[in-house]
C-alpha cells in the first residue's frame, strides 16, 4: 500500500470518528436537556383503598321497577356522594343530585356511619337518616352498608314508602 492511499484512509478514518463523536455530543447534550421520563403505574389499581372523612363522590342512582304515583321517576340520575362529620366529629355519608348542595338542600340519602378501613356501616337511629322522603330504620341498614370495591362505593335496596314501591341502586367512585 502506497503512503499516500494510506494517508488517505487514515483521514477518512478520522474523518468518520470525529462526525461520530460530533452526533454523540450532540445527541447526549439534548438528552440531558430533555431527558425521557418513564414511569410504570400499577394497572387496575383502586385510586382509594380506604374511606376517609372529607371524601367526595361521584356516580349514578338508578331507581328500577317503580309503581305507584308519587315524586320518584324511573330511571338513572347524576348524583354527588360526601363522606363528612358533623362539629362532634361524628361521620355521616350523603347522596345529592347537586355537586355542591346548599344548605337548604335535602339530600336523597343521608345516614350517620362508623368508618373501618375500607368498609362504612350505617348507624340508622329515630328519623335521623332517611332516603328520600321516608325515614331509614334498623332493618335498612344491612343493605346500605358499604364496602370499597374496585375503587367503588355500591348498594342496592328495595323502597318503599307506602305510596311508591321500587329497585334502587347507586355506585360512586371518588370525584
Known amino acids: ?6 494517508y488517505h484512509v487514515l483521514t477518512i478514518i478520522i474523518l468518520v470518528l470525529s462526525i461520530t463523536a460530533l452526533v454523540l455530543l450532540f445527541w447526549n447534550r439534548g438528552a440531558k436537556e430533555n431527558p425521557v421520563r418513564i414511569s ?3 394497572a387496575a389499581v383502586s385510586p382509594v383503598s380506604e374511606l376517609r372523612v372529607g371524601s ?3 356516580g349514578t342512582l ?25 362539629p362532634d366529629g361524628s361521620p355521616y355519608f350523603e347522596l345529592s343530585e347537586k355537586q355542591k348542595p346548599l344548605k337548604s338542600d335535602v339530600p336523597l340519602l343521608s345516614f350517620w ?27 335498612d341498614a344491612e343493605a346500605l352498608s358499604l364496602c370499597l370495591e374496585n375503587g367503588a362505593l355500591s348498594a342496592e335496596f328495595d323502597y318503599n314508602d307506602g305510596i311508591q314501591q321500587c329497585h334502587i341502586r347507586f355506585t360512586v367512585r371518588p370525584a
Do not use: N
Not at 331507581?63 to 363528612?84: A, C, K, M, Q
Open 1 to 6: 500500500m502506497s503512503k499516500q492511499l494510506l
Open 40 to 42: 410504570a403505574v400499577p
Open 56 to 58: 367526595r363522590w361521584y
Open 62 to 86: 338508578q331507581i328500577e321497577e317503580l309503581s305507584g304515583e308519587g315524586p320518584l321517576t324511573e330511571g338513572s340520575r347524576t348524583v354527588w356522594g360526601s363522606l363528612d362529620s358533623s
Open 113 to 139: 356511619c362508623t368508618l373501618s378501613g375500607d368498609h362504612l356501616t350505617p348507624k340508622i337511629g329515630e328519623q335521623d337518616s332517611w332516603f328520600f322522603e321516608q325515614w331509614l330504620t334498623a332493618k
